[in-house]
């Protein structure tokens, strides 16, 4: 069935990279995303893989895709203090894409 | 460019009470997919309507039904409430129903009492 995982808090330093992780189950998921969410707002989409890729760049963040261990992994280089927010891991599959499955999400703290 | 609009922000009902929830998607978007969140939870897929038609479901009661009108606006309905339907709900809009980056409007927090 379909389940993604994450880990519930990070806390890092203001400079420092973080690095969310996520798990999934479903070896069918085609497209793998990560969200923003900011108290008291909707969803932002911060980037997204392809299930045939290993990895993407986008300015300060970097997603790294295991397939083989269905493992997603979101670094953001050089934290600041406005990153701090709710992450959400999130997947779909082919000829189902607008339906996604989240993660509980992962609380980043980003500290002075 | 509004974005994806929602109403009410807020919202309190009792329970047995119908409630009716809005959604105006972005402009240039023709499908739109609701979601539920829990208190600290992860968003979870009602269903999407595309040409005014229900196209996916996710695992929710009867009780959760929709609407999409010619002008691409949604409404999600919920009967009989209950005391677990607080929560956030969420819709988003996308071009097309198949992929397409999903935007999500800042949601309608309901409560029941």
């Known amino acids: 069935g379909e389940d993604v995982e994450q880990s519930l808090f990070l806390s890092v330093r203001e400079g420092d990279s973080s690095v969310i992780n996520c798990t999934y189950t479903?070896?069918?998921?085609?497209?793998l995303y990560w969200y923003k969410q900011e108290p008291g707002a909707g969803l932002q989409l911060l980037t997204y893989?392809?299930?045939?890729?290993d990895m993407k760049q986008d300015q300060r963040l970097t997603v790294l895709l295991n397939k083989k261990d269905k493992h997603l992994s979101l670094r953001i280089a050089d934290t600041q203090t406005g990153d701090s927010a709710i992450y959400f891991c999130?997947?779909?599959?082919?000829?189902?894409?607008?339906?996604?499955?989240f993660g509980t999400g992962t609380r980043l703290q980003v500290t002075l | 460019d509004a974005g994806v609009t929602q109403s009410p922000t807020h919202l309190i009902k009792t329970r047995g009470q119908q409630v009716t929830l809005r959604c105006s998607p972005k402009?240039?978007?023709?499908?739109v997919s609701w979601y539920q969140q829990a208190l600290g939870q992860g968003p979870q897929f009602i269903f999407q309507?595309?040409?005014?038609?229900?196209?996916q479901r996710g695992n929710f009661p009867d009780r959760f039904s929709g609407h999409q009108f010619p002008n691409y606006s949604s409404e999600l309905n919920v009967n009989a409430l209950l005391l677990g339907d607080s929560a956030l709900y969420l819709c988003?809009?996308?071009?097309?129903?198949?992929?397409?980056?999903?935007?999500f409007g800042p949601g309608t927090r309901l409560t029941v009492l």
């Open positions: 402009s240039g978007h023709d499908t």
């Open positions: 988003a809009s996308s071009r097309g129903n198949f992929y397409n980056e999903q935007f």
């Open positions: 309507y595309y040409e005014e038609e229900e196209r």
């Open positions: 893989i392809f299930s045939n890729m």
């Open positions: 479903d070896s069918s998921s085609t497209y």
């Open positions: 999130a997947e779909s599959k082919r000829g189902t894409a607008s339906k996604l499955t």
